[in-house]
């Protein structure tokens, strides 16, 4: 799996992630300061799923129409260990029913949604 950590996604989760197998490039690293837009593009030209807490992808996707194939997931929790999203992701990823593709996946405390675009 390609993922591609936002700025605002905890370092702490992208190194859990990468010792975990996923293939994974962090924004505040190899990009530091690129626009959402610039970000969009990125997952789109290296076929990757967006892992972030800015909730300004949605209106990117449904207003400007820029829709990454591989997806977004939208983490909207307020307070958490710096590991704890990297864990969430993988779990996410577990789950057999779990398919990012042109798709808005919010999680929060209380489940998983997803809206297709």
């Known amino acids: 799996m390609k993922l591609l950590a936002n700025e605002n996604f905890p370092m702490a989760s992208c190194k ?13 690293v190899d990009h530091p300061g690129i626009t959402d837009r610039q ?13 972030t807490f800015d909730r300004d992808y949605g209106e990117l996707i449904f207003k400007y129409n ?9 983490l909207r ?4 260990t710096p590991e704890e999203p990297g864990h969430i992701i993988e779990e996410l990823f577990n789950l057999k029913e779990f398919l ?16 297709v675009y």
Do not use: C, H, M, W
């Open 39 to 51: 970000v969009l593009s990125i997952a789109i030209k290296e076929n990757r799923t967006i892992l």
């Open 77 to 80: 929790l307020v307070e958490f």
């Open 66 to 74: 820029l829709k990454p194939f591989k997806g977004i997931i939208y």
């Open 16 to 28: 859990y992630l990468k010792n975990k197998g996923f293939d994974i490039v962090a924004i505040g």
């Open 100 to 115: 990012p593709d042109s798709k808005l996946t919010v999680v929060d405390r209380k489940g998983i949604r997803q809206r």
